[in-house]
């Protein structure tokens, strides 16, 4: 048991304010060599489904799971985790992360489960509202085993609770980034994901920067630091996870602001790899000729694409990338406190 964060030793934890709230009996994190990283927020409901599906993994290889819980003050997802980790359905341990946002709550997982499993190469994760198919993880170990990539990612197929809105699977906010199997340039999203230990002692911490806290896209920043490290990519598309989306998020309100974020965070992980004036002029004029042409890719989309939600999309995003250049950006991560 040596390594392992207890209560009494939280300051010898990545950051000394993360307690410990759920750990299983009799862990040995010297015997793990995989571990499940999930940030947890406000949705124990679909936390047991997540937990569930990952119980239900075929696969011989031993894993761990470790839980953030970003919601310090209500900690919802505390009795479900300890709840599973006592039944032994499989090892790991439950934090709490009492800086909320999207990038803390992250960071908190991947900082923990490198620390508290020394032995451990591969560190997946899966939102808190995701289910894994059986076979889930197996293909990315697997895979991530016989290719030699850095990064492994999957789809996450949209789970829609309203079922006349299936159509939006083909909204890019829900389609996958790619429909095969093989080396890709780079994955955008963690929801999905496979990442080696040594790509975390290549990157600078934080692994995802703070600076996409509420905003979201700090998985995006993190995959293109990596790329330009020249780091590999692959994607297996059989290793699917679906995701639960309420009718809330199939809104036309909601997927417009999903198009501005989309766009405002591509205009800051551009910014970020812009240090000079020149090339930061490049990037302004190049947003400005984007709006435009944004239009004429709305109305070529709207010509072949029966709804026009889809088709809307290039110019929300043009227009978010524009407006977070003038310092206007939604921040959907950052939630209101509730007492």
């Known amino acids: 048991m040596t390594g392992l964060p207890t209560m009494e030793t939280a300051d010898t934890m990545p950051n000394a304010a993360r307690a410990l709230a ?10 793990i060599g995989i571990v499940v990283c999930i940030p947890c927020f406000r949705r124990p409901r679909h936390l047991r489904q997540t937990l569930e599906s990952l119980a239900s993994q075929r696969t011989s290889h031993r894993f761990a799971v470790v839980m953030v819980e970003n919601d310090a003050l209500r900690s919802e997802s505390v009795p479900v985790a300890t709840e599973f980790l006592a039944s032994n359905k499989f090892p790991g341990l439950c934090v709490v992360e009492p800086r909320q946002g999207n990038c803390h709550a992250i960071n908190a997982a991947f900082e923990t489960a490198l620390a508290t499993f020394p032995a451990a190469t591969s560190f997946l994760m899966i939102d808190d509202d995701e ?34 809105k299936r159509g939006l699977r083909r909204h890019p906010a829900f389609a996958p980034a790619y429909d095969t199997s ?36 700090g998985d995006t920043d993190f995959f293109y630091r990596c790329l330009r490290l020249g780091m590999r990519f692959h994607w297996v598309a059989e290793a699917t996870i679906s995701e639960t989306v309420p009718p809330s998020r199939t809104r036309l309100s909601w997927l417009i602001s999903r198009g501005l974020r989309i766009g405002a965070i591509n205009y800051h992980v551009q910014r970020k790899a812009t240090p000079t004036l020149w090339l930061r002029a490049r990037l302004t004029l190049k947003l400005l000729a984007a709006f435009p042409l944004s239009f004429l890719h709305a109305a070529r989309a709207a010509l072949t694409e029966r709804d026009r939600i889809i088709a809307m999309h290039p110019m929300t995003v043009a227009i978010g990338s524009v407006l977070a250049a003038i310092g206007i950006e939604p921040q959907p991560y950052k939630a209101s406190k509730i007492t």
Do not use: H, K
């Open 22 to 31: 759920a750990i299983s009996p009799d862990l040995d994190p010297f015997s």
């Open 131 to 164: 289910i894994a198919s059986p076979d889930w993880l197996e293909r990315m170990i697997s895979t991530a085993e016989a290719t030699g990539a850095d990064i492994v990612g999957g789809p996450v197929m949209p789970d829609f609770d309203d079922a006349q």
């Open 182 to 217: 093989g080396p890709v340039p780079v994955i955008y999203g963690c929801g999905n994901c496979l990442i080696r230990r040594s790509v975390f002692e290549r990157v600078d911490a934080p692994a995802f920067d703070l600076r996409f806290n509420f905003l979201g896209g």
